[in-house]
């Protein structure tokens, strides 16, 4: 918990930032009846049966002392559309950075190896050398 610590406590520093990264899924739903819209002195009902239009997954950066986030919306989560995600930061969102510092969770598929699961090995390779992962305590809410 004190190396995730010690990083919220720095300085901003734009060659070497820090990331937060997490995900989520998310159910679609649609409605199964036309909701009945506002009128005066009555509230906009809603009918409480919907339909299921599958999930999303939601991926999501955010550089609190950059002042910076980014969601990107994916039909699934796997190791090779994590390791995009992060070719993706460190290509497109730092191109400058000497290095990204990710703090993130211990998910399976938050690992160094995704990016060789996802590319080439030289490809994988300047992704890694890029990336620095500090990783949440399994228990560390309090």
């Not at 989560?77 to 993706?88: E, I, P, S």
Request: aromatic share 10%.
């Amino acid at each position: 918990m004190e190396d995730v610590l010690d990083l919220y406590e720095e300085e901003h520093d734009a060659e070497r930032p820090v990331v937060c990264f997490d995900e989520t899924s998310k159910q679609m739903i649609g409605h199964t009846r036309t909701p009945i819209v506002a009128e005066p002195g009555k509230l906009e009902r809603i009918d409480y049966e919907y339909r299921r239009n599958g999930t999303r997954n939601l991926f999501v950066f955010c550089e609190p002392k950059g002042g910076w986030r980014h969601v990107e919306v994916t039909e699934r989560r796997t190791a090779v559309d994590f390791a995009h995600q992060m070719r993706w930061l460190v290509d497109e969102a730092y191109p400058d950075a000497k290095a990204v510092r990710v703090v993130l969770d211990n998910l399976n598929t938050h690992k160094m190896g995704s990016l060789y699961e996802a590319f080439e090995p030289a490809e994988a390779r300047r992704i890694a050398r890029r990336l620095e992962f500090h990783y949440t305590p399994k228990h560390g809410r309090g």
